[in-house]
């Protein structure tokens, strides 16, 4: 079992920056593909971006690449997303997800492990 807890959501202005971060605990000695995605009400959850944290390879989303940055610090068992030149479009619930093993893709159902949320908004 791995559990999630994802801190860091918050209010900024068009063009603003913020960080999430995300705190893992249980079976933080294996190999996993961590993720976050976002969720707009009446929408599907959508993959924002992947870190392997075996090889570190990183994907993202055509929407935030340039962006967005994935990172994780395996000694602190955390994944981050730093998020700059945010626009409306960016403002939702954030998802912290995890898989064990190495990263195959970044849709939602490959993900078993899920945070509860973090809330970003974006206000021209």
């Known amino acids: 079992q791995v559990q999630l807890e994802e801190s860091g959501g918050g209010s900024v202005q068009t063009n603003g920056s913020l960080s999430l971060s995300c705190l893992a605990s249980?079976?933080?000695?294996?190999?996993?593909?961590m993720a976050w995605f976002r969720q707009v009400p009446g929408k599907k959850r959508e993959g924002v971006a992947r870190?392997?944290?075996?090889?570190?390879?990183?994907e993202y989303a055509d929407s935030v690449k340039g962006r967005f940055t994935i990172s994780h610090d395996n000694a602190k068992n955390t994944l981050y997303l730093q998020m700059n030149s945010l626009n409306t479009e960016d403002s939702t619930m954030y998802y912290c997800?995890?898989?064990?093993?190495?990263?195959?893709?970044?849709?939602?159902?490959?993900?078993?492990?899920w945070g509860k949320g973090t809330q970003v908004t974006v206000s021209s």
């Open positions: 870190i392997d944290t075996g090889d570190g390879r990183v």
């Open positions: 249980g079976k933080t000695n294996s190999r996993k593909c």
């Open positions: 997800a995890a898989q064990l093993g190495r990263c195959v893709g970044l849709e939602y159902y490959r993900f078993p492990y």
